[in-house]
């Protein structure tokens, strides 16, 4: 597994977040929760409609000349992107709430022990739904005497990045396009929170 959660990354993530107004106003930590875990129901409901579109042959094409509506057409609402949606609302989370390091501390200890054990420590269930289960379990379990342990999310961070990785997808690449296809969208994505 090659190392994807960075400072950089999770910096980049929260720039983009803050630019589109997300924190205005601090958000409560478990509503941020709650929208990590929903990205990964959002996978799910693409798993069970088949939208497993791992696009690469439209990756080297966006990846130069970005266009939203190429994004929006081929790429938005299947499994590599709800992934992606997911890994950048941790990454905006741990940074939002002062929690980079341990985050980061919990991505490298997740990372270090399936490298390490060759998964030995900690596997992820075959079934997709059961390992989108066993991840949203560990994020709900990052919260605990009224404050998230982001040294979980960090581990759930790297639990996505290797249940990406097992589907055969470039998380790094369809982290990179989400987030310009964000950069195009409107205030808070049209949405309210």
């Known amino acids: 597994m090659t190392t994807l959660l960075t400072t950089e990354l999770i910096e980049k993530c929260h720039a983009g977040s803050r630019a589109k107004g997300f924190w205005d106003e601090t958000p409560d930590q478990r509503q941020q929760l709650m929208l990590m875990i929903g990205e990964l129901a959002e996978a799910q409901e693409a798993h069970r409609k088949g ?10 094409e966006l990846l130069e000349v970005f266009d939203p509506l190429t994004f ?37 200890s997740a990372h270090y022990h399936y490298t390490e054990n060759e998964g030995i420590a900690y596997s992820l269930p075959e079934n997709f739904g059961a390992c989108l289960f066993d991840i949203t379990a560990r994020l709900t379990n990052a919260w605990g005497l009224r404050k998230v342990d982001a040294y979980q999310i960090g581990q759930g961070l790297a639990d996505i990045q290797r249940l990406a990785e097992r589907g055969g997808i ?24």
């Open 51 to 60: 939208r497993m579109r791992k696009s690469t042959d439209l990756l080297p």
């Open 72 to 108: 929006d057409a081929y790429l938005k609402d299947n499994v590599p992107d709800e992934l992606a949606d997911s890994f950048i609302r941790g990454c905006d989370f741990v940074a939002g709430f002062g929690s980079v390091q341990d985050a980061l501390d919990g991505y490298r």
């Open 170 to 193: 470039d998380l790094a690449t369809h982290i990179d396009l989400k987030l310009r296809y964000n950069a195009t969208r409107g205030y808070k994505h049209e949405k309210a929170y």
